[in-house]
């Protein structure tokens, strides 16, 4: 399947994004914040879908309005806490309007369900160059500030009193997540972002109590996840979005160790 | 030399006073026990000594310097989310090493060996490889206590380190730290809402209420005179076999602050 030129284009673009997918998502769950790498995506698809009204490339609206989104919720920070409604609100508000960009403009059905639903196997060389160097510039970003990021996620009354700021990482980290979000929108659409981002993560989580082979565990499952999307994607013809959710949501199974707990369960007392 | 000293200090949170003209010597060595009910300015305290609330008046020495310059060992009263992490709680006690700084979390060499000596300190490197949530919470504010440690201070500051914890486990808690205190020579301020647990223990009392403080030993600072005018009402106080029951004239105020907060 490497002889074509689109599929070794997926493999490449699949390992850059989900390189920054699993560590992005590590300290996503770390934080607790699962669900607003969620919220960021749905955010964006209005950007997208307008970018494409302006005669813009769709992933650079997607962009602008994912970091416009992390900011908006980095600043607000513990307010948004027991706002789910609200949030919520957002969310289906951003989806309406993407509806409408979309219905504004007509020629593009095809359009819709590859932001929703994710078109791996169609990135062109130049997104996937724009995918490396963003990838490159995120997890760069992340190792600068992983080390008061950790002190603050673990330790937020500590690190607020040894003078780390808490909103500034906050924000930093969440402008951080939403150009990992923007990218796995490529591979997986704004709506499976989650089984990207947060199913590794959350299995690695479950695995291993140490962080650095966490972040390391997350990282490798997200990349095998998406390869053997992909990969299976071509041998069955069923879309690879189908195959890296179906995967995700079988690894993060697997963590609860189902085998062991049914062995234990037959144990007599 | 004195650890900490109040000079006529006044301390308010916003508009808010909590504090006024607090005079008080903390000895280098001491292990005082700070008390005072609920909004008492315990807390309030332990921030303007950090460094992090300037007194609206008066002067805070700690160790002769003005706050900020030393940098005490903190153990905060909230911790969010802690008890619930998957994570070792060496992970955790090593985010405290230098965490301000930007970069990679690497220890180095350094502060592995840092790390390793505050756990063992305490007596919780095996401890440190469980993960959080597994953890009591007795074994939890141990690993916390080995994080406080980090960087050696010569002065330690615990938040109600006892909160929420079984009698067994405090007691046990506030003899490792009293161990602690003592094979390091260090400074202790403890805040807490039972005087039993630390009867004995500590050298002597900070006792707060209605803006004021009063500092002494606990036969000098826990009588009914003290307290009474502390609390502005009429409080008794009994000694029951070396135990101190605090009693207001309207029921007993020790255990109510205490059930309310736990």
Not at chain 1, 51 to 65: E, Q, R
Not at chain 1, 108 to 133: H, I, P
Not at chain 1, 195 to 205: D, E, Q, R, W
Not at chain 2, 10 to 32: K, N, T, V
């Amino acid at each position: 399947m490497l002889e074509y030129d689109f599929m070794r284009t997926a493999f490449e673009a699949g390992t850059a994004v989900s390189i920054v997918a699993g560590a992005v998502g590590y300290f996503l769950v770390l934080r607790n914040l699962a669900f607003a790498g969620h919220a960021l995506s749905h955010v964006g698809f209005a950007g997208a879908t307008g970018a494409v009204l302006l005669g813009v490339t769709p992933f650079w609206g997607l962009l602008a309005f994912t970091v416009a989104g992390g900011i908006g919720m980095g600043l607000l920070g513990d307010q948004l806490r027991g706002r789910d409604i609200a949030v919520g609100i957002i969310l289906s508000l951003s989806l309406g309007l993407g509806v409408l960009f979309l219905h504004l403009y007509t020629s593009y059905a095809t359009q819709a369900t590859a932001l929703l639903f994710g078109n791996v196997l169609g990135v062109s060389a130049e997104s996937l160059r724009d995918l490396c160097v963003l990838g490159v510039v995120t997890l760069g970003a992340l190792v600068v500030i992983s080390r008061p990021l950790i002190f603050a996620t673990l330790d937020p009354e500590l690190a607020a009193a040894k003078g780390v700021s808490l909103r500034r990482i906050a924000v930093l980290f969440l402008v951080i997540v939403a150009v990992a979000v923007a990218e796995a929108v490529q591979i997986v659409g704004i709506l499976l972002v989650f089984a990207l981002m947060v199913g590794p993560a959350a299995a690695a989580l479950r695995w291993t109590t140490r962080l650095r082979s966490g972040v390391a565990l997350a990282v490798a499952l997200a990349v095998i996840e998406t390869w053997a999307g992909i990969a299976l994607a071509y041998i069955t013809d069923w879309p690879p979005s189908f195959w890296i959710t179906f995967l995700s949501a079988a690894v993060y199974g697997a963590s609860y160790r189902p085998l062991a707990l049914l062995a234990g369960a037959r144990e007599p007392a | 030399m004195s650890a900490v000293e109040f000079r006529s200090v006044a301390l308010a949170r916003g508009p808010r006073p909590i504090l006024s003209r607090i005079d008080a010597r903390i000895q280098a060595g001491e292990f005082i026990g700070v008390f005072g009910p609920n909004g008492a300015g315990k807390t309030t305290l332990l921030h303007a000594i950090l460094g992090l609330l300037p007194p609206a008046s008066g002067t805070i020495r700690v160790f002769g310097k003005p706050p900020g310059t030393e940098r005490p060992g903190y153990l905060p009263q909230k911790r969010s989310g802690i008890s619930d992490l998957r994570l070792r709680g060496w992970d955790l006690v090593a985010s405290a090493y230098e965490g301000h700084r930007w970069g990679p979390p690497l220890l180095g060499a350094r502060g592995r060996g840092e790390v390793a000596w505050a756990l063992e300190t305490v007596d919780a490197t095996e401890l440190a490889e469980r993960p959080l949530s597994e953890l009591s919470g007795g074994e939890r504010q141990r690993v916390l206590l080995a994080q406080a440690l980090l960087g050696k201070p010569r002065l330690l500051l615990l938040d109600e380190p006892l909160i929420g914890l079984d009698p067994r486990y405090q007691q046990s808690v506030v003899e490792l730290i009293k161990q602690v205190q003592r094979t390091l020579g260090i400074t202790v301020l403890l805040t807490a809402h039972e005087l039993n647990p630390l009867i004995g223990l500590m050298d002597r009392v900070l006792y707060l209420g209605h803006g004021h403080a009063a500092l002494g030993t606990t036969d000098e600072v826990i009588t009914s005179e003290v307290l009474s005018r502390l609390y502005d009402a009429p409080i008794e106080v009994l000694r029951l076999n070396g135990r101190v029951v605090v009693v207001a004239a309207h029921g007993e105020v020790e255990t109510e602050a205490h059930r309310h907060d736990a």
